[in-house]
C-alpha cells in the first residue's frame, strides 16, 4: 500500500473544478467498481454522516485516456492501514487514529494507466457543481428566512442561528437533501419542541403567512446581490469550513463543508413551499432559479 500520511488537500473550497494531481491509491470496490485517491482533488466528496450534498461527478484523465467518476465520497485510513469508504466509515469525519481522503468512485474497474504515481488531469463537471452550489446556498437562506419567519413563536428561548434569530432549524431540522437548484428539508414538530417553548398550533393556523414572509425576506436578499464565500481554516478534507454571506442585516456564518456560489447575483430568485400535511412534520422545499 502507498504511503498515505496526510489528508486529501482540496480545491473545490476556492470554486475550483479542474485540477491535477498524484495518484495514491486505486482499490477495487465490492460492488465490481473502483475507486481511486490523489493527493490533491476539486472533487466535493459526499459526507458520510451528514450526506446533505451529493459529491461531484466528472473524469479523471492522463495521455489521453479518461474514465468517469461517477460520485465522490469520503474515505479513511486508520492507523493499522485498514482504508473504508463512504458510509462504512465508522467514525465521524476528523477522528484522530485515521487519515482523511477524497475517493474517487470509478464507472466500472479502473483501468491501468490509473496507477499509484501516475499524475493525472481532474476535471468536475461544472453545470452540475452549479447547480448544486446553488442549491446549497438557497438551502442555508432559506433556513435562515425560516428561522425569521417563526421568531415570535417561541415561548423559551430555543438558542440563535447565524443571524441572531430563535433556532428553530438548529433544533428541529431532522433531514436535508440538497439537489441542483434547490433542497428538502424536514423538521420535527414533536413533544420534545412543543417542550422546547414552540408554538406548533399557532404555526399550523399561519402557515401560509409564514410561507408568505419566508419568500419576502429571499426576494430581499437575492435582490442585495450579496457576496457568498467558502472560508477555510486549511486545505485538507478536514480543515474546518464555513460558508460566510453579507445578508442586508450582517453577515451571516454557517460552519458547512459544501460548496456554495460567489454572489447571490447569481440567483434569478429563491422560494420555498412548506407541508404540514403530516402535523408532525414540516417538509420544507426550496427552488432556486439561476439568474
Known amino acids: ?124 463537471d461544472d453545470a452540475r457543481r452549479a447547480g448544486l452550489s446553488r442549491g446549497h446556498t438557497a438551502c442555508h437562506l ?32 431532522q433531514s436535508s437533501r440538497i439537489h441542483e437548484d434547490g433542497a428538502v428539508d424536514e423538521y420535527r414538530l414533536g413533544k420534545s419542541l412543543r417542550k422546547a417553548g414552540f408554538d406548533t398550533e399557532t404555526f399550523a393556523a399561519t402557515l401560509a403567512q409564514r410561507e408568505e414572509s419566508i419568500n419576502a425576506t429571499l426576494a430581499a436578499w437575492v435582490a442585495s446581490g450579496a457576496p457568498s464565500r467558502i472560508v477555510t481554516e486549511g486545505p485538507t478534507i478536514v480543515d474546518r469550513r464555513s460558508w460566510q454571506c453579507e445578508l442586508p442585516e450582517g453577515t451571516a456564518e454557517i460552519l458547512c463543508g459544501g460548496t456554495h456560489v460567489s454572489s447571490l447575483g447569481e440567483f434569478a430568485s429563491i422560494s420555498v413551499a412548506l407541508d404540514l400535511s403530516d402535523p408532525q412534520l414540516l417538509v420544507m422545499t426550496t427552488t432556486a432559479v439561476a439568474a
Not at 145 to 162: E, V
Open 1 to 124: 500500500m502507498p504511503d498515505i500520511s496526510s489528508s486529501s488537500r482540496v480545491t473545490f473550497p476556492e470554486g475550483e473544478t479542474s485540477d491535477t494531481g498524484i495518484v495514491l491509491l486505486v482499490e477495487a470496490l465490492s460492488d465490481d467498481g473502483a475507486m481511486t485517491v490523489v493527493d490533491t482533488t476539486p472533487f466535493h466528496p459526499v459526507d458520510h454522516t451528514w450526506p446533505d450534498q451529493p459529491g461531484d461527478s466528472g473524469t479523471i484523465a492522463s495521455g489521453g485516456e479518461s474514465v468517469r467518476v461517477t460520485e465522490a465520497v469520503m474515505a479513511a485510513v486508520s492507523d493499522d492501514g485498514s482504508v473504508t469508504v463512504g458510509v462504512d466509515i465508522p467514525v465521524k469525519r476528523g477522528a484522530e487514529g485515521w487519515t482523511w481522503l477524497v475517493a474517487h468512485r470509478l464507472e466500472g474497474a479502473a483501468p491501468a494507466w490509473l496507477a499509484p504515481g501516475a499524475a493525472v488531469q481532474l476535471d468536475v
Open 142 to 173: 432559506a433556513s435562515l428566512a425560516l428561522d425569521l419567519a417563526l421568531a415570535d413563536l417561541w415561548r423559551k428561548d430555543p438558542g440563535t442561528d447565524a443571524m441572531g434569530a430563535p433556532d428553530f432549524e438548529g433544533r428541529a431540522n
